[in-house]
């Protein structure tokens, strides 16, 4: 059997151990709360950079949206000039097609080197009809003959028309120029003033297409061809460096064929001139 003294040492080894171990849990206890604690605010933490770092992705997404919409606009306008420069180049490939007739029919107008008006407003340029008459550009050397049947009209009409889509610009002009001598009263003949100045337009006899354009207004305001007779007059001042007199014709054609097709082009031929500080 064991003493008293025995089973009171083995006692107070059991209590020791007890204690022990109930400090042991404790601690493990206590470390397990900080280790807690420090994950939840690693966690959190962690999702603040997460919150902050999405804030600045979207942030550097609208500065990108903001930068391409800007390159876009600049694009958009070098494509605008490219394209007026694509049409410059076209008018002047098409120069190759000009022959004697054309500059014979620059000399006939009288004053493609004039330049009078350079500064004069479309009320100018569409002045009494026995002026612009004496401006707009002659017919050819041959003699009026008397007045055929409609019939023979039509086709002298249809076959300067046929040359001038086809390219064929000097005979256009010349055929134009006879039929508008030999048949000055038909209805055809407004019509045929003004495709007379756009064979001069495009082989830039800027001068010469500019009283066509001028004669038509003048002689025919009437006419279904006024609001594209005045645009194109309004062009071939640009044309001529008549910077003044073009942005007057150009408001002219918007103020009084408000929501024609010529009114539209008349306003982004003003943009376009805006935009290059008056150079067209």
């Given at each position: 059997?064991?003493?008293?003294?025995?089973?009171?040492?083995?006692?107070?080894?059991?209590?020791?151990?007890?204690?022990?171990?109930?400090?042991l849990?404790?601690?493990?206890?206590?470390?397990?709360?900080?280790?807690?604690?420090?994950?939840?605010?690693?966690?959190?933490?962690?999702?603040?950079?997460?919150?902050?770092?999405?804030?600045?992705?979207?942030?550097e997404?609208?500065?990108r949206?903001?930068d391409?919409?800007?390159?876009?606009?600049?694009?958009q306008?070098?494509?605008?000039?490219?394209?007026h420069?694509?049409?410059?180049?076209?008018?002047?490939?098409?120069?190759?097609?000009?022959?004697?007739?054309?500059?014979?029919?620059?000399l006939?107008?009288?004053?493609g080197?004039?330049?009078?008006?350079?500064?004069?407003?479309?009320?100018?340029?569409?002045?009494?009809?026995?002026?612009?008459?004496?401006?707009?550009?002659?017919?050819?050397?041959?003699?009026?003959?008397?007045?055929?049947?409609?019939?023979?009209?039509?086709?002298?009409y249809n076959?300067?028309?046929?040359?001038?889509?086809?390219g064929?610009?000097?005979?256009?002009?010349?055929?134009?120029?006879?039929?508008?001598?030999?048949?000055?009263?038909?209805?055809?003949?407004?019509?045929?003033?003004?495709?007379?100045?756009?064979?001069?337009?495009?082989?830039?006899?800027?001068?010469?297409?500019?009283?066509?354009?001028?004669?038509?207004?003048?002689?025919?305001?009437?006419?279904?061809?006024a609001?594209?007779a005045?645009?194109?007059?309004?062009?071939?001042?640009v044309?001529?460096?008549?910077?003044?007199?073009?942005?007057?014709t150009?408001?002219?054609?918007?103020?009084?064929?408000?929501?024609?097709n010529?009114?539209?082009l008349?306003?982004?031929?003003?943009?376009?001139?805006?935009?290059?500080?008056?150079?067209g």
């Open positions: 059997m064991s003493s008293p003294l025995v089973k009171q040492v083995q006692a107070r080894f059991s209590m020791a151990g007890a204690f022990a171990s109930a400090m849990l404790a601690i493990s206890l206590s470390a397990h709360a900080d280790d807690s604690r420090l994950s939840l605010a690693d966690r959190v933490s962690q999702l603040e950079q997460a919150v902050q770092n999405r804030t600045q992705a979207g942030i997404q609208v500065n949206i903001q391409l919409q800007s390159q876009v606009q600049q694009l306008g070098q494509v605008e000039e490219l394209q420069q694509l049409q410059q180049a076209g008018e002047q490939g098409k120069a190759q097609y000009v022959d004697l007739d054309s500059r014979l029919g620059r006939e107008a009288g004053n080197a004039s330049g009078g008006n350079a500064q004069k407003p479309v009320q100018a340029a569409v002045a009494p009809a026995a002026q612009a008459a004496s401006a707009a550009p002659a017919a050819s050397a041959a003699p009026a003959t008397p007045a055929a049947d409609p019939a023979q009209a039509q086709a002298a076959a300067a028309f046929t040359a001038l889509r086809g064929q610009y000097a005979q256009a002009s010349r055929l134009f120029r006879d039929f508008i001598q030999q048949y000055p009263d038909h209805a055809l003949t407004p019509n045929a003033f003004y495709w007379l100045g756009e064979s001069y337009y495009v082989t830039m006899n800027y001068q010469v297409a500019h009283d066509a354009f001028a004669h038509l207004l003048s002689a025919f305001p009437k006419s279904e061809k609001p594209d005045m645009l194109k007059l309004g062009y071939t001042q044309e001529l460096k008549q910077t003044a007199a073009a942005v007057a150009l408001k002219a054609v918007s103020r009084q064929y408000p929501g024609s010529a009114a539209s008349a306003q982004e031929r003003l943009r376009r001139l805006q935009l290059s500080g008056g150079q």
